[in-house]
């Protein structure tokens, strides 16, 4: 149980293009995910949390303008990249916390997306 | 100061060996604390689950946390080659934001 799932898990791009990943719950339901990005050999830095049927909540430093992130289902949460740049090229990870069960405080991430921008 | 430090190692010990990973915090208020294992180019996954003070076991694998001293531990027994990973501590303080440590490289030598 507790799958999360992302599409695509790679993607290169050319620089102006911009890019969707999808993140979804296969077998629960989540009020609440989460978007994350990688660079290589550092820790996980959230960018923004999503709440299915609001506006997502942007960290600080994070364009809100440039990272588009669509919540509209119990399952379904999307992060677009518009206009990407190189320095836009990171491991992109998503997370959703399950609203079925008592442990709400728990997270479960998805496999990756690993972007190339050209 | 980091709300988490974790040394990011790398760490390497041979098969069987014991393994113990750890992260300090400067929050008083965390109270969930876990674990995550990560393998290169994938996403972290849940390992162990800790609330408040104490050891949780699961199998190989036992969590502690010491809120007096602000400090977590992951002990892996009988390390195997599969182990080797990126480890990931992570707390929060309720059902919120995670916060994560940098993650301790392990690698385990057959």
């Known amino acids: 149980g507790a799958v999360v799932s992302q599409h695509p898990s790679w993607v290169i791009c050319k620089s102006g293009t911009s890019v969707k990943i999808e993140c979804r719950s296969l077998?629960?339901?989540?009020?609440?995910m989460f978007w994350y990005r990688q660079f290589p050999k550092q820790s996980l830095m959230l960018m923004a949390t999503?709440?299915?049927?609001?506006?997502?909540?942007?960290e600080q430093g994070v364009e809100k303008d440039k990272f588009l992130i669509n919540h509209a289902s119990l399952t379904l949460s999307t992060l677009t990249v518009t206009s990407a740049h190189p320095e836009d090229s990171s491991f992109y990870i998503c997370?959703?916390?399950?609203?079925?069960?008592?442990?709400?405080?728990?997270?479960?991430f998805g496999p990756g997306t690993r972007l190339t921008v050209l | 100061q980091k709300e988490v430090e974790q040394d990011p190692g790398p760490l390497s010990v041979p098969e069987g060996a014991i393994v113990s990973l750890n992260c300090t915090y400067s929050?008083?208020?965390?109270?969930?604390f876990m674990w995550y294992r990560q393998y290169s180019r994938k996403g972290p996954e849940l390992l162990m689950y800790?609330?408040?003070?104490g050891n949780k076991e699961d199998g190989r694998f036992t969590a502690q946390v010491d809120k007096s001293s602000k400090y977590i531990s992951l002990f892996i027994r009988d390390s195997q080659p599969s182990d080797s990973a990126t480890y990931l501590c992570?707390?929060?303080?309720?059902?919120?934001?995670?916060?994560f440590g940098t993650g301790t490289r392990l690698t385990v030598i057959p």
């Open positions: 800790t609330y408040s003070s």
């Open positions: 992570a707390m929060q303080t309720g059902a919120n934001n995670l916060f």
């Open positions: 997370s959703a916390r399950d609203t079925g069960t008592l442990r709400t405080d728990t997270q479960y």
């Open positions: 999503s709440n299915e049927g609001s506006k997502a909540t942007y």
């Open positions: 077998d629960f339901q989540a009020t609440t």
């Open positions: 929050n008083s208020a965390f109270q969930y």
